[in-house]
């Protein structure tokens, strides 16, 4: 795998807010995401609600694994973050845009939608001033 991996047992749910971001990303389960899913994602987002589960399974640290917080007012979620060597919190409902570019970078904006990015442009060449 060389996309994104979500992290969380909320099925329904959507706690980073990708909802909109046209990048495929893979959800697992914290109990149930294999070794290999893990290492060869570009990009990991973990929701901090299965922090537990997922420190029981003994994983590595990484670069590029991102901490989705789904209670903005629980100041906790940075030590565990830093335990886990998560390059990033980001907090439910704030910073989607941010994470958004984050995994358009992580996978080479290959999935980008740049005609809606830029928009059509100017008429033309800009005109001298003077």
Known sequence: ????????DSAGDDPAGLGLCRVPVQTA????????????????ILDDRVYQTFTARRMPRRQDL??????????????RAVAL???DVVATGEGSGWLHLKLHVATDCQYADWESLLGPGPDGPPQPVG
């Open 1 to 8: 795998m060389t996309g994104v991996l979500l992290i969380s």
């Open 29 to 44: 389960t914290a109990a149930l995401f294999t070794f290999d899913e893990f290492r060869s994602a570009a990009l990991v």
């Open 66 to 79: 991102v901490v989705v917080n789904p209670h903005p007012d629980d100041a906790t979620v940075w030590a």
């Open 85 to 87: 060597g998560a390059t």
